[in-house]
Every structure is written in C-alpha cells, then in structure tokens.
C-alpha cells in the first residue's frame, strides 16, 4: 500500500462541515495524484473515530466528491474503525461544531445511504465506551436495507483506540485489525 494520512482543518477554527469538505479534497487529490508516488487507482480510505466518520460520509454523500467531479465508486472500499456514524450532538462543543441544529441531519452518515456505496468493513470493539455500538448497527442496518455491501467485525476487548493501536509495534489487545482489513480490501481489489 501507498499511504497517505491527510489531515483536516479542526473545531474550533472551523466548523461542519469544513472537515468533511477538506477530506473529499484529500481524497480528490491522492486519485488524481497517487500515480506519482508509484501508487494505482486501487482506492480504500480507512479512518479511525472521527475519521471513520468523515470516511464514511464523503463516500456515502454523494455531494462531497461531486464538488471534484468524481463519485464515490473511485474508492475500492472502505473500512471504519470505531467511527460515530449515526449519532445527534448533546455537549455544547459538539452542537456548536456541527450546528445548529436544523444541520445535524447532514452530518449523519446512515441519512445518505442509498447501496452504492464501496464495500464497508465497520470495526468496533466491545469494551469501547467513547462511541456507542449503536453507530455502527444503524449503519450496518442502513446498508443492508439498500442491499449495499457491509461486514462488521467487534472485537471482544479494547477500548476505543485499541483498534488503530493495533497499527503500532506495541498492540496492547494483540487486535488483527491490520490483518483484517487488508484481508477485506484485497476481496475489491481491481
């Protein structure tokens, strides 16, 4: 894999949905640029937490990569990793980044589902209690009714960051995210 981890613009300088625009924005850029750094169209975007997030909602509405004349079927797949996909703000911070409220819809990933979307791995763990399960069973539920492609996989223990914290050398849950994913990604290989 060629990997390039983008970053956004954050809460408070700006709000919804500036990150979720600078996101499609990277993943316009690596599809038109990728082949420079010895890279193909074999597209997957995976994120963690937030980043599952807006992940999953650049592909899943369709507005954010039309804003590049492109459309979400430029991405392989997708894999989200404890993502908030499906949730209503209740701190002040959160209404303030994604208000007001009239706008909490647009922000809702499962709202956008329609089956067209890439494949979704949606990875979560049992013990995690920063993003609630129901994130994502909502989704996966969504996908499902549009007859669109999803697998879930939760594991029995770590807490929220145990699943990227299986990226690095120390693993503290021993998770097979890493495996994992790259076993669902090469499934859509092209």
């Known amino acids: 894999y060629v990997v390039v981890m983008p970053n956004t613009r954050l809460y408070p300088d700006v709000k919804f949905p500036t990150f979720a ?3 499609a924005k990277s993943v316009a850029w690596v599809h038109k640029n990728i082949a420079s750094y010895k890279g193909n169209q074999n597209l997957f975007i995976s994120g963690h937490s937030s980043g599952a997030h807006l992940g999953a909602l650049i592909i899943a509405d369709n507005a954010y990569l039309a804003a590049y004349e492109l459309k979400p079927n430029i991405v392989n797949a997708f894999a989200g990793i404890s ?3 499906d949730f209503v703000p209740k701190a002040a911070d959160i209404k303030d980044m994604f208000g007001p409220a009239e706008n909490f819809p647009n922000m809702v990933v499962t709202n ?3 089956g067209d ?3 979704m791995l949606l990875i979560y763990t049992a013990e995690d209690t920063t993003v609630h399960p129901r994130n ?3 989704l996966k539920a969504g996908i499902e009714k ?3 492609k999803v697998k879930s996989i939760i594991y029995e223990t770590g807490g929220h960051a145990a699943p990227v914290a299986a990226f690095s050398w120390a693993n503290p849950s021993d998770l097979p995210v890493p495996r994992d994913i790259d076993s669902f990604f090469k499934t859509y290989l092209k």
């Open 112 to 114: 956008f589902i329609d």
């Open 83 to 85: 993502g908030p996909y």
């Open 21 to 23: 625009e600078d996101a």
């Open 146 to 148: 549009a007859n669109g």
């Open 117 to 119: 979307e890439p494949p």
């Open 136 to 138: 994502l069973a909502l």
